[in-house]
């Protein structure tokens, strides 16, 4: 005869068992989204997906029972905006992600952040395929070159302030340098200044010294004086004798 009470005993063990874990899978789920869901977003508030959304679904104006229409151009263009930005996020993602998982494997960050960064590349994923979606609602296989055309509208913002970074810098180099020219110029006038300043008493100095010493010696009798003197004397005695 088969003993029930010793199957059941198993069979309840495993049911509870089983039970406890789904319980257990069921909350930490839930537990892990909702700290997922209050993490602070990787990226600000997506203001040109915004814009082409109010666009879309413009309401109409107090009093009006009809919106406004808006011109598919300006929808497109606001849809392509919305895709430029959508490069500039994919780019940064990108180039962070190797970054980021090895200081995760180091230890160097925690778990929260690589969570929100998780969040934010499947934010992207949706984001993408959204895009496209709209893209192909407006023209037949516009999503497949929509983010080609978005990628070099994003090149060419690069550029763009790029450029405006070196002139401003250009700018900030070219002033400091006139005002070192500037000050350099000033110090070399100051500097020729004072040699000439000095250099005139030393001159006049020199023409007083010159001056004294001819005057001593004409005065003291020098060499000159007394070889003239010796020869007038000699002069006197000849003419004696003669006479």
Same mark, same amino acid.
């Given at each position: ?75 497109? %263009?606001? !849809?392509?905006?919305? =895709?430029?930005? +959508? ?8 180039? *962070?992600? /190797? ?64 450029? %405006?970074? !070196?002139?401003?810098? =250009?700018?900030? +180099? ?8 500037? *000050?350099? /110029? ?58």
């Amino acid at each position: 005869m088969v003993d029930w009470v010793g199957l059941a005993v198993p069979f309840a063990y495993l049911g509870i068992l089983v039970g406890s874990l789904a319980t257990f899978s069921s909350l930490y789920r839930k537990r892990k989204a909702a700290n997922s869901a209050s993490l602070e977003p990787w990226f600000p508030p997506h203001l040109q997906r915004n814009i082409y959304l109010s666009l879309l679904h413009l309401e109409p104006e107090p009093g009006k029972e009809k919106s406004p229409a808006v011109p598919e151009s300006v929808l497109k %263009a606001a !849809l392509l905006r919305r =895709a430029t930005e +959508d490069i500039n996020r994919l780019l940064t993602i990108r180039s *962070s992600k /190797q970054a980021l998982s090895t200081l995760l494997q180091r230890g160097s960050v925690g778990d929260d952040l690589w969570q929100r960064f998780l969040r934010a590349e499947k934010e992207m994923e949706e984001e993408l395929r959204d895009v496209v979606n709209e893209a192909n609602a407006f023209a037949p296989n516009w999503g497949q070159s929509i983010f080609q055309s978005a990628n070099e509208m994003a090149q060419n913002a690069i550029v763009r302030q790029r450029v %405006a970074g !070196l002139q401003a810098q =250009a700018k900030v +180099d070219r002033d400091w340098w006139d005002n070192k020219k500037a *000050s350099i /110029q000033s110090d070399f006038m100051k500097e020729l200044g004072e040699d000439s300043a000095k250099s005139r008493p030393t001159a006049a100095t020199g023409d007083k010294a010159g001056s004294d010493e001819d005057a001593v010696l004409v005065e003291g009798g020098g060499p000159a004086s007394t070889g003239s003197a010796a020869g007038s004397k000699g002069g006197t005695k000849k003419r004696k004798g003669k006479k």
